[in-house]
C-alpha cells in the first residue's frame, strides 16, 4: 500500500471512530505500528490530526478531511448524484457550484454530455472551487465565472467579502449545493461559516436550489447554517436514505430524487 492510499484509509477511520490507536490502526491497515507512528507524526505536522499518546484523534469538533482525501468517500454513490443533478441542467442555464466532492462530480458529468459540447455558452457556470473551474476552463462551450476570495486549502473555495462582490452582481437560474449536513429542522449546513456564507449567497441569487448530498449527510447537523430547508427545492441523494427520511423532506416542500 502507497503512503497516501495508507494516509487517505487512516483518515477514512478517524472520521469513522474519532479516534484510533497505533496498535488498532497497524491491524487494520496491515503494516507494522512504526509505519503508523510515523504516518501520525506526519499527518499531525500537517494538521490533519491531534496526535495522543499511544494514537491520534480527530481534528477538532468541525474537523474536515481535505479535499483530495474525501474523493474515494462513496464514490459510486456521489458520481450516480451528480449524473441526475446534471441531468437537471438545461442549456444556456446559468449554474452555481459550490465547493466539495459531489459538487465536481457535478461539473464532470456536466463537461461530458453531449447537449452541452457547443453552445454560445452552453452553460455558464459559477463558482468559487478553483479545482472545479479548472477543470471546466477547458471547455470552451462553457462560460467560467470564478468569484474572488481567499482560498481555502481544504476545500479549494474561495471565501470573504471578495465573493461576496461578485456574487452580489448576479443572477442565477440554478444553484447546485454541496453540504456536510441536511436536516429539515435546522436546514443545510457546512463546517466553517466563512465557506457557509458564501452558499448562502449563491442560494439567494438562484430561481431554484439543488442539494446535492449522499445519504450519510441527511438529519446531520453541522456548525454553520447554509439555508432554512424551506430554500431548497430538490434534494438528489442516494437509494440508501430511509424512507422516513425521505418522507419528511417531502412534507418540508422539497422534491426528492433517489438515485
Not at 494516509?7 to 487494520?28: F, S
Not at 462530480?105 to 457547443?118: C, K
Request: aromatic letters at 4%; proline letters at 2%.
Amino acid at each position: 500500500m502507497s503512503r497516501d492510499a495508507r494516509w487517505k484509509a487512516l483518515l477514512e477511520l478517524l472520521v469513522e471512530r474519532a479516534r484510533l490507536e497505533v496498535e488498532e490502526a497497524a491491524a487494520e491497515l496491515g503494516v507494522s505500528a512504526a509505519t503508523i507512528r510515523r504516518d501520525f507524526d506526519q499527518l499531525a505536522e500537517q494538521q490533519m490530526l491531534v496526535r495522543t499518546r499511544g494514537g491520534a484523534v480527530v481534528h477538532g469538533v468541525s474537523y474536515e478531511l481535505p479535499l483530495r482525501y474525501k474523493t474515494a468517500r462513496r464514490a459510486s454513490e456521489k458520481q450516480r448524484i451528480a449524473q441526475a443533478v446534471a441531468g437537471l441542467i438545461t442549456p444556456g442555464e446559468a449554474v452555481g457550484l459550490t465547493g466539495g466532492t459531489t459538487t465536481t462530480e457535478v461539473a464532470r458529468a456536466l463537461a461530458v454530455r453531449g447537449d452541452l459540447a457547443s453552445g454560445s455558452p452552453a452553460l455558464t457556470i459559477v463558482t468559487n472551487a478553483l479545482n472545479i473551474a479548472n477543470e471546466l476552463a477547458v471547455r470552451p462551450q462553457f462560460k467560467i465565472v470564478v468569484t474572488g476570495g481567499v482560498a481555502r486549502p481544504h476545500s479549494y473555495e474561495l471565501i470573504g467579502p471578495l465573493a461576496d462582490g461578485v456574487l452580489g452582481q448576479i443572477t442565477l437560474d440554478v444553484a447546485v449545493l454541496g453540504v456536510v449536513a441536511l436536516d429539515v429542522t435546522h436546514g443545510a449546513a457546512a463546517h466553517d461559516e466563512a465557506e457557509a456564507a458564501i452558499n448562502r449567497v449563491l442560494c439567494e441569487r438562484a430561481a431554484r436550489v439543488v442539494v446535492a448530498a449522499d445519504s450519510s449527510k441527511l438529519g446531520q447537523r453541522a456548525f454553520a447554517r447554509i439555508c432554512a430547508v424551506e430554500a431548497v427545492d430538490t434534494l438528489v441523494t442516494d437509494t440508501a436514505a430511509g424512507a422516513d427520511t425521505v418522507r419528511r423532506f417531502e412534507e418540508a416542500g422539497v422534491r426528492v430524487i433517489t438515485v
